[in-house]
């Protein structure tokens, strides 16, 4: 790993395989390179959330301008939105840092992203065909940080086979909730130079017909660290893998947990499956070790909508909060993990028409445990600030018994948590630190 000022430089590139549209092709380009060079400020102010810049002819048809959509809180800042001169000339270069580079406990930052393809010199939007992201040097540093890239919107990605990442699945961006993702995190050590044969430190990320892009580049710390000034780099290019593993060829569109009494009853849909040999449910206490639960045999392949279910007795538990996770394996053998559920075991209170927010006080994740009639109903959670101003509001058709909210991008203060359910109405206090 290269690096400057405390940096480390996280490459993402792109190889983009596309016909050009506006509402019809514009024109087709092949293993085309995407060069960003020379911001220029187009709206807002340097460094400031909503500010937008153009990258002017990143290939011979195409513009993109790119927005800096929101960070997760205010001491995350921008130090150089495109570094000259170090890493790759035609990346995109942030270098991003946190407290003005020391942390002194355990947190997590990040900044948020949207790059927009455009016709060259105009404002109309270009549609891509197929393109490619591979995040490079993914790695960390000092023993207690690890830096990770977050892709939202792909359609699949792949890992070399001796990948030192850790993948997991996210949910909802600052302006689009119900976009999910995948986060790739490295490892504690850091790995000198941006070495393209580094493979185990890289990622690619598939994307069709979109023309645009949100990423998120953060790091994550178990504690104080002095060199929290990270550079990160995008380029767009696609790269060959030595002996390349990708995402199981399976589309989760659903995964809902519920308790019934002593009984946790999971759900899920799959909008399509290729080759899919089963689903392993996988349970925690401390949503950190998670061993199996049960098991349960796919369709294997499938063009439409399939639907599975899986009950697990808790009546001998007694964690308050039980974790679950969703396994799909393919008939190689290779797996993929979903997004955790949680279950909240509050015996006695079942027919209570109250609500539990925890941890409270909360710093990103406010989880919510709903009444026990709630959960599989339509359910609208709203965060309301001291002012009584709508902060966050999430609707779910089919309620988890415990839903999250990610407030990490709220400032600081008093909030009041209120969940609606078919007139029925619970409210409860929160401070966000």
Same mark, same amino acid.
């Given at each position: 790993?290269?690096?400057?000022?405390?940096?480390?430089?996280?490459?993402?590139?792109?190889?983009?395989?596309?016909?050009?549209?506006?509402?019809?092709?514009?024109?087709?380009?092949?293993?085309?390179?995407?060069?960003?060079?020379?911001?220029?400020?187009?709206?807002?102010?340097?460094?400031?959330?909503?500010?937008?810049?153009?990258?002017?002819? %990143?290939?011979?048809?195409?513009?993109?301008?790119?927005?800096?959509?929101?960070?997760?809180?205010?001491?995350?800042?921008?130090?150089?939105?495109?570094?000259?001169?170090?890493?790759?000339?035609?990346?995109? =270069?942030?270098?991003?840092?946190?407290?003005?580079?020391? %942390? @002194?406990? *355990?947190?997590?930052?990040?900044?948020?992203? =949207?790059?927009?393809?455009?016709?060259?010199?105009?404002?109309?939007? *270009?549609?891509?065909?197929?393109?490619?992201?591979?995040?490079?040097?993914?790695?960390?540093?000092?023993?207690?940080?690890?830096?990770?890239?977050?892709?939202?919107?792909?359609?699949?990605?792949?890992?070399?086979?001796?990948?030192?990442? @850790?993948?997991?699945?996210?949910?909802?961006?600052?302006?689009?909730?119900?976009?999910?993702?995948?986060?790739?995190?490295? *490892?504690?050590?850091?790995?000198?130079?941006?070495?393209?044969?580094?493979?185990?430190?890289?990622?690619?990320?598939?994307?069709?017909?979109?023309?645009?892009?949100?990423?998120?580049?953060?790091?994550?710390?178990?504690?104080?660290?002095?060199?929290?000034?990270?550079?990160?780099?995008?380029?767009?290019?696609?790269?060959?893998?030595?002996?390349?593993?990708?995402?199981?060829?399976?589309?989760?569109?659903?995964?809902?947990?519920?308790?019934?009494?002593?009984?946790?009853?999971?759900?899920?849909?799959?909008? @399509?499956?290729?080759?899919?040999?089963?689903?392993?449910?996988?349970?925690?206490?401390?949503?950190?070790?998670?061993?199996?639960?049960?098991?349960?045999?796919?369709?294997?392949?499938?063009?439409?909508?399939?639907?599975?279910?899986?009950?697990?007795?808790?009546? *001998?538990?007694?964690?308050?909060?039980?974790?679950?996770?969703?396994?799909?394996?393919?008939?190689?053998?290779?797996? =993929?993990?979903?997004?955790?559920?949680?279950?909240?075991?509050?015996?006695?209170?079942?027919?209570?028409?109250?609500?539990?927010?925890?941890?409270?006080? %909360?710093?990103?994740?406010?989880?919510?445990?709903?009444?026990?009639?709630?959960?599989?109903?339509?359910?609208? %959670?709203?965060?309301?600030?001291?002012?009584?101003?709508?902060?966050?509001?999430?609707?779910?058709?089919?309620?988890?018994?415990?839903?999250?909210?990610?407030?990490?991008?709220?400032?600081?203060?008093?909030?009041?948590?209120?969940?609606?359910?078919?007139? =029925?109405?619970?409210?409860?206090?929160?401070?966000?630190?």
């Amino acid at each position: 790993m290269k690096t400057s000022l405390h940096t480390k430089q996280g490459i993402l590139t792109m190889t983009l395989l596309v016909f050009f549209t506006a509402s019809c092709v514009l024109s087709q380009a092949q293993n085309t390179e995407m060069r960003f060079e020379n911001p220029s400020l187009v709206t807002g102010s340097n460094g400031a959330n909503g500010s937008v810049y153009k990258f002017s002819l %990143v290939n011979n048809e195409l513009d993109a301008l790119l927005t800096i959509v929101g960070r997760s809180s205010n001491l995350v800042a921008i130090s150089n939105l495109d570094i000259p001169g170090q890493g790759f000339a035609k990346a995109f =270069q942030p270098q991003i840092k946190y407290n003005n580079g020391n %942390v @002194s406990s *355990a947190t997590t930052w990040w900044i948020e992203f =949207q790059i927009q393809f455009v016709v060259k010199n105009t404002l109309t939007p *270009a549609p891509v065909n197929e393109f490619y992201v591979t995040g490079l040097d993914i790695d960390g540093n000092s023993g207690r940080l690890k830096e990770w890239d977050s892709f939202y919107g792909g359609t699949g990605y792949t890992l070399e086979s001796n990948s030192l990442l @850790s993948v997991s699945s996210l949910a909802g961006t600052i302006a689009l909730p119900t976009l999910f993702g995948k986060q790739f995190l490295g *490892a504690t050590n850091d790995y000198s130079g941006i070495d393209t044969s580094a493979t185990e430190l890289m990622t690619t990320i598939q994307y069709k017909n979109t023309s645009s892009v949100i990423i998120r580049l953060g790091a994550t710390t178990t504690g104080s660290v002095s060199n929290a000034n990270r550079m990160y780099s995008v380029w767009f290019k696609n790269f060959t893998y030595n002996a390349p593993i990708s995402t199981l060829p399976v589309k989760l569109t659903a995964f809902t947990a519920s308790l019934n009494k002593n009984k946790v009853n999971l759900k899920w849909e799959t909008a @399509s499956e290729i080759n899919v040999s089963h689903f392993e449910i996988e349970r925690s206490t401390d949503g950190a070790n998670f061993s199996e639960a049960g098991l349960v045999f796919a369709y294997g392949n499938a063009n439409d909508k399939a639907n599975y279910n899986f009950t697990d007795d808790i009546t *001998a538990f007694q964690q308050p909060v039980v974790y679950y996770r969703l396994r799909s394996v393919d008939a190689d053998g290779k797996s =993929q993990l979903s997004e955790t559920r949680i279950i909240r075991i509050s015996k006695g209170e079942e027919n209570s028409i109250s609500l539990q927010t925890y941890p409270n006080p %909360v710093t990103s994740e406010l989880r919510v445990t709903v009444p026990a009639n709630w959960q599989n109903k339509q359910t609208v %959670v709203e965060l309301f600030n001291a002012n009584g101003q709508i902060a966050k509001r999430k609707t779910t058709n089919g309620s988890n018994q415990t839903e999250t909210l990610n407030v990490s991008d709220l400032a600081p203060g008093f909030y009041i948590v209120r969940v609606n359910c078919e007139g =029925q109405t619970a409210q409860q206090k929160i401070i966000k630190h």
